[in-house]
């Protein structure tokens, strides 16, 4: 059982992540890899609220043939379970704006789908 | 359309899938899961037909209009159960006490009971039926746009 | 010109991050008063074994009704966008 970590390891891996996204977001010109990072950034969201309620030595909150110990808090467990899905709608609305786009101009480059007509 | 074993094998794996997935929405107030997580494993398992015998098969089976409905369904059954505590407040758990699916069990860690949970139970069948209804409907009309270019009625 | 602008916004949103990560509460040791009562009452007032569950439904339902309305607008506008091609390439 781990009971004391040094320095808060794993807030400073979530900030790395984001750092990670926002790089990719910033800099990159593919649609795809564009997605890509809107994808990892909600990843590094979910990643941050599970890891806010862990308690040293900790056991799952479920009373059904559970072990002895304290238990882990059991809100922002359910509060990850709706970010979770609203993730899973906003990369399929970005995939199929992405699979217009690509049908109309035949180029995967953000910078050309600017100046399309009709 | 992939080859003979594979057709084969996701034949018979398609059943163990769909028993897997409905365990897990059944016991969410016992063991961990509920409605979202058994949804997801029982899409998983309607894109991996869509993969082995191509959308074209699929598509005379998975019509769209009897996917609509049963979204539509499993949206109902939850507001219904919102709706039906309206005595006291708008969520309330009018179930606890009753014999229907009202035990109260005793505290501390024990051997589960089917019978507990007050509305729960009926509010997860809600929730999975439309996570599998729409879940299917999305991947399917994908992969028809993108393979086949035909109508998608 | 726009580089540099870029590596300059990105340097500075990390180490505000990295700051804030640094200074919050030791990992393992949480605050909880509304979570204790949660864990404590929970198997009297829903009659339910999982602690999780009942949160999700029952002590915060509306948050699930409200990502369920989500859930369904995203799969209606998905299906949408996907049939205003057919009638495009069909009536004009």
Known sequence: MIQYIPYNIPFIAVALLVGIALYILIFK?????????????????????????????????????????????????????????????????????????YRHTKDVDAKKSRTMKG | MLSKIVRTISDQLILFILVFGFYIITHGHLTPGGGFQGGAVIASGVVMMIVAFGSNQIKKSLRE??????????????????????????????????PVFGIIPPTGPNPGNLWTGGVIPLMNLGVGLKVIAGLSAVVLAMALFSSGEEVEE | MRQIAGWILLIVLVAFLISGALSMH???????????????????????????????????????????????????????????????????
Do not use: C, W
């Open chain 1, 29 to 101: 010109r593919n649609m795809v890899k564009i997605v890509m990072g809107v994808a990892i950034l909600g990843a590094a969201v979910n990643l941050f609220l599970v890891a806010l309620g862990y308690r040293a030595g900790g056991v799952a909150p479920i009373y059904t043939v559970s072990p002895q110990g304290p238990m882990v808090l059991p809100v922002p467990q359910a509060l990850t379970l709706t970010s979770i899905v609203i993730a899973v709608s906003i990369i399929a609305l970005m995939l199929t704006m992405v699979m217009h786009t």
């Open chain 2, 65 to 98: 209009r009897h996917l609509a409905v049963v979204e539509s369904s499993g949206a109902l059954i939850f507001i219904g159960m919102a709706f039906a505590g309206l005595g006291t407040t708008f969520f309330y758990n009018f179930l606890v006490g009753t």
């Open chain 3, 26 to 92: 030791p990992f393992g040791y949480p605050p909880s008063d509304m979570d204790d009562y949660m864990i404590e009452n929970s198997q009297a007032e829903t009659a339910n074994n999982n602690v999780v569950a009942a949160v999700l439904f029952d002590y915060r339902g509306l948050d699930t009704l409200g990502e369920a309305t989500v859930l369904f607008t995203a799969v209606t506008g998905v299906l949408l966008l996907f049939r205003a091609l057919k009638r495009k390439e069909k009536g004009s």
